[in-house]
T-cell receptor, first 116, second 109 residues
Framework: GAVVSQHPSRVICKSGTSVKIECRSL??????MFWYRQFPKQSLMLMAT?????????EQGVEKDKFLINHASLTLSTLTVTSAHPEDSSFYIC????????????FGQGTRLTVV | DAKTTQPPSMDCAEGRAANLPCNHS???????VYWYRQIHSQGPQYIIH???NNETNEMASLIITEDRKSSTLILPHATLRDTAVYYC??????????FGDGTTLTVKP
């Protein structure tokens, strides 16, 4: 099946610094990628929808200036957490929809961010 | 997208069938039923999806009632590796996935 790869799988950063998370579709082109956040013992919450070559659409309550999303190619989307704080510590997950398919999205393995 | 209701937890004996129910009484005609699962600290994994006909693949079967207001995911021979949180989502094919709390399935030896 289609593979979506996230990097890094774990990252620890200092408060106030920025962290970039990459989401790559390895064997297909993804016109749309989604970014989720998951706090411990909670469900996934959609943060934003990213379409290649255009600005991301953010869900209500998600700060677009804090969570910068770039989808510059059909195989790569990045999420940058700017000026990270401990409350941004979470599990970040991306998913991708195959170009030309309207079916299920494929999920990355997630990135565990810890801000100290 | 329509909301879904799932039991918070279920147990299943190893080797037996696991039947996970989902209610989606407000589903629209163009919305599909998708099932995903999430094993601890991993990204969700797609299992199966359907519109109104029953579906089967190598992982599971999906039974959708005739009125489409509920569905059941069936894992025919559950193994310990099937212990996970199972999410039922209804959405259009191009729509975004809204995850509820899911059902925590525990497969016991």
């Amino acid at each position: 099946g289609a593979v979506v790869s996230q990097h890094p799988s774990r990252v620890i950063c200092k408060s106030g610094t920025s962290v970039k998370i990459e989401c790559r579709s390895l064997d297909f082109q993804a016109t749309t990628m989604f970014w989720y956040r998951q706090f411990p013992k909670q469900s996934l919450m959609l943060m934003a929808t990213s379409n290649e070559g255009s600005k991301a659409t953010y869900e209500q309550g998600v700060e677009k200036d804090k969570f910068l999303i770039n989808h510059a190619s059909l195989t790569l989307s990045t999420l940058t957490v700017t000026s990270a704080h401990p409350e941004d510590s979470s599990f970040y997950i991306c998913s991708a929809r195959i170009a030309g398919w309207d079916t299920e999205a494929f999920f990355g393995q997630g990135t565990r961010l810890t801000v100290v | 997208d329509a909301k879904t209701t799932q039991p918070p937890s279920m147990d299943c004996a190893e080797g037996r069938a696991a039947n996970l129910p989902c209610n989606h009484s407000t589903i629209s005609g163009n919305e599909y039923v998708y099932w995903y699962r999430q094993i601890h600290s991993q990204g969700p994994q797609y299992i199966i999806h359907g519109l109104k006909n029953n579906e089967t693949n190598e992982m599971a079967s999906l039974i959708i009632t005739e009125d489409r207001k509920s569905s059941t995911l069936i894992l025919p021979h559950a193994t310990l590796r099937d212990t996970a949180v199972y999410y039922c989502i209804v959405k259009t094919n191009a729509g975004k996935s809204t995850f509820g709390d899911g059902t925590t399935l525990t497969v016991k030896p």
